[in-house]
């Protein structure tokens, strides 16, 4: 179970995002080190702003759609998925919190929460997703999601 302290809004890891590792705890790195050859030859190098849009988005249990859009703001980092035929093409926010890691090679996104949790989120305001009060309500959700397991 995640700390009470979970910010959804911050990435957990920056070697995780960047596909360092895939260890089953991404809020620190495996015991035996990081995978040998992790970042592979198309990783981005330290510092290298990352553009996700158009990567597959993987839940626990099944794609669930593309980034459509992303932020790198420093307090609320984000991803905009379009799930596609999936939930009717509906669009969905995703707290950069929920990113375990990140496949360059492959353009994926894998996040720790089910398509059902995902399905289940608030819907995505694209006139409201700046403001912090929609942030917020979003955050709630995904932050509760921890505490329930």
Same mark, same amino acid.
């Given at each position: 179970?995640?700390?009470?302290?979970?910010?959804?809004?911050?990435?957990? #890891? $920056?070697? *995780?995002?960047?596909?360092?590792?895939?260890?089953?705890? $991404?809020?620190? *790195?495996?015991?035996?080190? &990081?995978?040998?050859?992790?970042?592979?030859? @198309?990783? $981005?190098?330290?510092?290298?702003? +990352? #553009? +996700?849009? /158009?990567?597959? !988005?993987?839940?626990?249990? /099944?794609?669930? /759609?593309?980034?459509?859009?992303?932020?790198?703001?420093? @307090? *609320?980092?984000?991803?905009? !998925?379009?799930?596609? $035929?999936?939930?009717?093409?509906?669009? !969905? +926010?995703? &707290?950069?919190?929920? =990113?375990? %890691? =990140?496949?360059?090679? @492959? %353009?994926?996104?894998? =996040?720790?929460?089910? %398509?059902?949790? =995902?399905? #289940?989120? &608030?819907?995505?305001?694209?006139? *409201?997703? /700046?403001?912090?009060?929609?942030?917020? %309500?979003?955050? #709630?959700?995904?932050?509760?999601?921890?505490?329930?397991?």
């Amino acid at each position: 179970m995640q700390p009470s302290t979970f910010n959804p809004w911050t990435w957990r #890891d $920056p070697s *995780a995002l960047a596909g360092g590792y895939s260890g089953a705890n $991404p809020d620190s *790195a495996p015991p035996d080190g &990081p995978e040998p050859g992790g970042d592979g030859p @198309d990783a $981005p190098g330290p510092g290298t702003p +990352l #553009d +996700l849009v /158009g990567y597959r !988005v993987e839940a626990t249990d /099944g794609r669930i /759609g593309s980034v459509d859009e992303a932020s790198d703001d420093t @307090d *609320a980092r984000w991803l905009v !998925v379009d799930t596609g $035929p999936w939930i009717f093409g509906r669009k !969905v +926010l995703l &707290p950069a919190g929920t =990113v375990t %890691r =990140v496949d360059h090679l @492959d %353009r994926t996104v894998h =996040v720790d929460r089910t %398509r059902d949790q =995902v399905k #289940d989120s &608030p819907a995505f305001d694209p006139d *409201a997703y /700046g403001e912090p009060g929609y942030r917020d %309500r979003i955050g #709630d959700y995904y932050r509760e999601s921890y505490r329930q397991g």
